[in-house]
């Protein structure tokens, strides 16, 4: 048993040390023909970790659907779980493209939120009717808490929505607003200039909050940001070089990139939201 233990640990060894090699060479070989796809097949494939979480969460969910005449317990444990995971782990956010994929980004972060939210709830009602004794004399108050809670998880789903058309409203003002101070700083007079460069850095750090807020929820240890920090970084760089040099590369630069901001939020605007 001793030898057979140790050849079978040699052998995890050996296959441990060619992993790396083999990884390497694999990745070598495909990189070329990866960098000479074309755009669309360059966002087709980088959206490949968000169509395997759409898989995942439902196939556990149809699984635990499945389970529910059964034993809605372990439907509603199940359930819980999806939430729990996607509360704490959140979907894969595909970081290329990310001012051209920010409007399927407000999407799809508020329908994660809302399945994550409407699995919880579910779960939860399954543990508590099905999985714990009621009394008989109970049954009443069990019905009205459970109307009451499915009365309240439409108002929190509700809420989820209101903030995407809020944010969404938010960064289009803010995002107009910054283009047009670069606009101003690159056609003023050399004697407003420190005063517009002020105002520009202003419209900045209105645009920056905005930048840093989560789509779908306020809590920090969940969501997902209006576009990956990286490309938030990214844009800061760039307005900072426009504010320092208006009428230059980085000041066009920086107005496309804010442009595509304004255009992504186009169907998401509500002033009264």
Same mark, same amino acid.
């Given at each position: 048993m001793i030898l057979i233990a140790i050849e079978a640990h040699y052998e995890a060894y050996h296959l441990t040390v060619l992993s790396g090699p083999l990884l390497g060479g694999a990745y070598v070989l495909i990189k070329p023909w990866f960098v000479r796809r074309s755009e669309r097949w360059h966002r087709l494939i980088t959206f490949v970790p968000m169509f395997l979480y759409v898989v995942l969460l439902g196939g556990v969910a149809?699984?635990?659907v499945g389970a529910l005449p059964n034993? @809605? *317990?372990?439907?509603g444990v199940t359930l819980i779980g999806l939430w729990?995971?996607?509360?704490f782990t959140g979907a894969p956010e595909p970081t290329s493209f990310a001012y051209e994929r920010l409007a399927g980004r407000l999407t799809w972060a508020a329908a994660f939120q809302v399945f994550a939210m409407i699995c919880g709830?579910?779960?939860?009602?399954?543990?508590?009717?099905?999985?714990? @004794? *009621?009394?008989?004399?109970?049954?009443p108050v069990v019905v009205g808490t459970s109307l009451g809670a499915m009365v309240g998880l439409g108002t929190a789903l509700l809420k989820?929505?209101?903030r995407v058309r809020k944010l969404g409203t938010q960064l289009t003002r803010d995002a107009r607003r910054m283009v047009r101070c670069l606009d101003?700083?690159?056609?003023?007079?050399v004697a407003e200039r420190q005063q517009l460069r002020e105002a520009a850095e202003d419209a900045w750090d209105a645009l920056d909050l905005t930048l840093r807020s989560k789509v779908e929820t306020g809590f920090h240890i969940s969501g997902t940001f209006v576009i990956p920090a990286e490309d938030r970084r990214a844009l800061e760089s760039l307005v900072a070089e426009a504010i320092a040099s208006p009428g230059t590369p980085p000041h066009r630069e920086a107005?496309?990139?804010?442009?595509m901001l304004r255009a992504a939020c186009?169907?998401?605007i509500d002033t009264v939201a």
């Open positions: 149809v699984l635990a034993d @809605p *317990v372990v439907t729990s995971f996607h509360l709830t579910v779960g939860v009602f399954f543990c508590l009717t099905r999985g714990l @004794p *009621v009394p008989e004399r109970f049954e989820v929505f209101v101003r700083l690159s056609r003023g007079a107005a496309v990139r804010l442009d186009r169907d998401k």
